[in-house]
């Protein structure tokens, strides 16, 4: 019987192990595989150029990735910028001020909003968003556009991250400890001081953990954001003009320009550029997070 045990209990730390080390290798391997598809681009033309120059035009081999870039950021940082305040207040407000009855409504509400499909988000973008972009946001700052733009496709991203952002935000504040509010009324605090100084503060690292994977999120959203930004391969600050994100370019072209030398190279490149920013960004905010819990 002890021998029987001993031997399940190995089994169970081998099976353990593997899937861990299978989670922890996923990453290097998806890495890995992106840039040898990508290499054959990188040795033709040199990483300081594709990074460096805004021409597309695959038929002369000339593959710039910076307005893709610039869109992809552009994009990500309006839903952000739309997103993170409606969140972080809505949160608040759900945990801190209102009734229970209405955190109980709220939530099942969040995760029908979060389990809705991208491509109906995209559909909603088209019925709403681009013709308010275009008839009334466009004609108050005396520009015309169609409403397929920049604007358009932040403002449908935000929708899209918001109930994935309020829902981590809403699990956070509720980790805070009620003795931790108590104390801080028991020291004279009004209920706004006992959520900016005690409730806030005690979930920081969940606040910037929410942000962070929200953005990541963001920035890799296709199929709702390629229906609305507009897709033409242009660099403007207006964020009235249409841009092109690098999610889009791959999803658009990907299986129907294959005819064109180092075109599959250049999506590949273009997926390692995807993956290895949203690394990043999850390592700055994962970076964040260390720095505020040292302290």
Not at 113 to 123: D, Q
Not at 175 to 195: D, N
Not at 240 to 249: D, M, T
Not at 280 to 291: D, E, P, S, T, V
Request: contains cysteine; positive net charge.
């Amino acid at each position: 019987m002890y021998l029987r045990r001993k031997i399940l209990s190995r089994m169970s730390d081998a099976w353990m192990l593997i899937t861990l080390a299978m989670i922890i290798l996923l990453p290097l391997i998806i890495g890995v595989a992106l840039y040898f598809r990508a290499s054959g681009l990188l040795q033709n033309t040199g990483l300081i150029h594709l990074l460096g120059t805004s021409e597309w035009l695959p038929h002369e081999k000339k593959f710039g990735f910076v307005p893709f870039i610039f869109s992809s950021l552009y994009v990500t940082t309006l839903a952000f910028a739309f997103s993170a305040p409606i969140s972080f207040f809505a949160a608040i407000y759900l945990t801190q001020f209102s009734h229970g009855r209405m955190l109980k409504i709220m939530q099942p509400v969040i995760d029908i909003l979060a389990g809705i499909p991208s491509v109906v988000y995209g559909v909603w973008g088209i019925l709403v968003i681009v013709p308010f972009v275009s008839k009334v946001v466009a004609p108050a700052f005396h520009f015309t556009t169609s409403g397929y733009s920049i604007l358009a496709g932040g403002m449908v991203l935000a929708v899209m991250c918001i109930p994935y952002m309020l829902n981590m935000l809403v699990e956070s504040f509720l980790t805070v400890p009620q003795g931790l509010k108590e104390a801080s009324f028991s020291l004279g605090a009004t209920a706004w001081e006992s959520v900016k100084h005690a409730v806030i503060r005690k979930s920081f690292p969940g606040i910037i953990s929410s942000f962070g994977l929200g953005m990541a999120k963001a920035f890799g959203e296709t199929l709702a954001v390629m229906m609305v930004v507009g897709n033409m391969v242009k660099l403007s600050l207006n964020p009235l003009e249409a841009g092109y994100p690098l999610p889009a370019l791959i999803a658009n072209n990907f299986g129907e320009m294959m005819s064109i030398p180092m075109y599959d190279s250049a999506l590949m490149f273009a997926a390692f550029l995807l993956f290895i920013i949203i690394m990043a960004i999850n390592l700055i905010f994962r970076y964040f997070i260390y720095k505020t819990q040292m302290r």
